[in-house]
C-alpha cells in the first residue's frame, strides 16, 4: 500500500494530495516537495476524512460536501445539513457521520450516495467527532460538554472547559482542547477529569496519535506540533498557525494555514515541506494499492 496525504486547500477550493516520501527539489537540508496532483472543490473545503482511495470534505459556508475519488478526481457534491463542520467514518457500521454544527445535529450518510439515513438532535452544538472502538465522542460548541454515544445511548459529560477538538489515545483515555486557551484536557471515561494533563501548549488546537503511541498536538500559539511523552514533551517548530495534523505511516503531516505549508516531520525533525496556499485546514491520509500517476 502507498500512503498519500490530502491537504484542504480553504482558499484555494482544492484538494493537494501530495507523497510524503516523493522526489525531492532545492538544495537545503528540508526537502521541497510537490503535489502529486491537486482536485478542484465548488466550495472551500474545511475538515476531511478518508475511507480508501475516497476523500470526504465539509463544506460549511455553503452547507454542503463533496466527496472525492483521489485516484480519478470525481467529485460528487451534495447539500448536507445547514453548516457540516465535521466528518468521520464509522468502520462498524460503514456510514459517514457529521457533525452539523448550525444545525444541532448529527447526521449519519451512506458513503456512497451522502444520502442522510439518520438524525440526532442535540441541544447544542456539535464542533468535532471521534469515532473510537465503537464509541463516537462529540464536542459540544459553548455547552461544556463532551457526548458519549455508544449505540442507542446518548451521555452528556460535563467537563469543567469549554472543548474544541479531541482524540482517544492507546489507554482509552480522551484528550481534548479548550477553546481560545492554552488548557489542555484529558478525560478518563471511568473516573472524569484528570488532573494534572500536561503543560507546554500555548493553545492546543487539534490531535494525531503516533503508531508509537504519542500524542501530538498542534500549537497556534507557539507555531509548533508538541510530543506528549513519559518525560519532558517534544516540540518542533513547524511555521505560523498549524491547524490539523495526521500520520502517515511514522510521518506526522502537519497543515500550516499560515505559511500555506504542508509540513512533514519524522522523529522530531521537519524532513519536508510542500508549498500550497495560505488557509489550509484538514488533513487525511489514503492508503493505494498503486502510486498515483503524476
Given at each position: 500500500m502507498v500512503n498519500y496525504a490530502v491537504v484542504a486547500e480553504k482558499q484555494a477550493r482544492r484538494l493537494a494530495v501530495i507523497d510524503p516520501h516523493g522526489t525531492c527539489s532545492g538544495d537545503g537540508e528540508v526537502c521541497e516537495l510537490e503535489p502529486v496532483r491537486t482536485i478542484d472543490l465548488p466550495d472551500r473545503p474545511h475538515n476531511i476524512t478518508s475511507v480508501g482511495a475516497i476523500v470526504f470534505a465539509t463544506h460549511p459556508d455553503t452547507g454542503s460536501m463533496s466527496r472525492v475519488d483521489v485516484v480519478t478526481g470525481e467529485v460528487l457534491t451534495t447539500r448536507v445539513?445547514?453548516?457540516?463542520?465535521?466528518?468521520?467514518?464509522?468502520?462498524?457500521?460503514?456510514?459517514?457521520?457529521?457533525?452539523?454544527?448550525?444545525?444541532?445535529?448529527?447526521?449519519?450518510?451512506?458513503?456512497?450516495?451522502?444520502?442522510?439515513?439518520?438524525?440526532?438532535?442535540?441541544?447544542?452544538?456539535?464542533?468535532?467527532?471521534?469515532?473510537s472502538n465503537g464509541v463516537l465522542w462529540v464536542t459540544m460548541i459553548a455547552s461544556g460538554d463532551l457526548v458519549r454515544?455508544?449505540?442507542?445511548?446518548?451521555e452528556f459529560l460535563p467537563t469543567g472547559g469549554l472543548p474544541h477538538d479531541l482524540i482517544v489515545d492507546t489507554d482509552g483515555l480522551v484528550w481534548f482542547s479548550n477553546w481560545g486557551s492554552d488548557r489542555l484536557s484529558i478525560f478518563d471515561p471511568v473516573a472524569g477529569i484528570t488532573p494534572g494533563a500536561p503543560a507546554g501548549v500555548g493553545e492546543p488546537q487539534h490531535f494525531a496519535v503516533a503508531p508509537d503511541g504519542v500524542v501530538w498536538i498542534s500549537d497556534i500559539a507557539g507555531d509548533a506540533v508538541v510530543g506528549f511523552t513519559?518525560?519532558?514533551?517534544?516540540?518542533?517548530?513547524?511555521?505560523?498557525?498549524?491547524?490539523?495534523?495526521?500520520?502517515?505511516?511514522?510521518?506526522?503531516?502537519?497543515?500550516?494555514?499560515?505559511?500555506?505549508?504542508?509540513?512533514?516531520?519524522?522523529?522530531?525533525?521537519?524532513?519536508?515541506?510542500?508549498?500550497?496556499?495560505?488557509?489550509?485546514?484538514?488533513?487525511?491520509?489514503?492508503?493505494?494499492?498503486?502510486?498515483?500517476?503524476?
Open positions: 445539513g445547514i453548516e457540516p463542520h465535521d466528518v468521520k467514518y464509522d468502520p462498524i457500521s460503514g456510514a459517514l457521520i457529521v457533525a452539523d454544527e448550525e444545525g444541532g445535529e448529527l447526521l449519519w450518510l451512506d458513503r456512497d450516495t451522502m444520502v442522510v439515513t439518520n438524525v440526532l438532535e442535540l441541544p447544542a452544538k456539535p464542533h468535532d467527532l471521534l469515532v454515544i455508544t449505540g442507542e445511548v446518548v513519559a518525560g519532558q514533551p517534544t516540540t518542533v517548530a513547524v511555521g505560523e498557525s498549524p491547524h490539523h495534523v495526521a500520520f502517515a505511516g511514522d510521518t506526522l503531516v502537519v497543515a500550516v494555514s499560515g505559511t500555506g505549508q504542508a509540513v512533514f516531520v519524522d522523529d522530531g525533525v521537519v524532513v519536508a515541506r510542500a508549498q500550497l496556499t495560505t488557509g489550509l485546514h484538514g488533513v487525511a491520509i489514503v492508503e493505494l494499492p498503486a502510486p498515483l500517476d503524476p
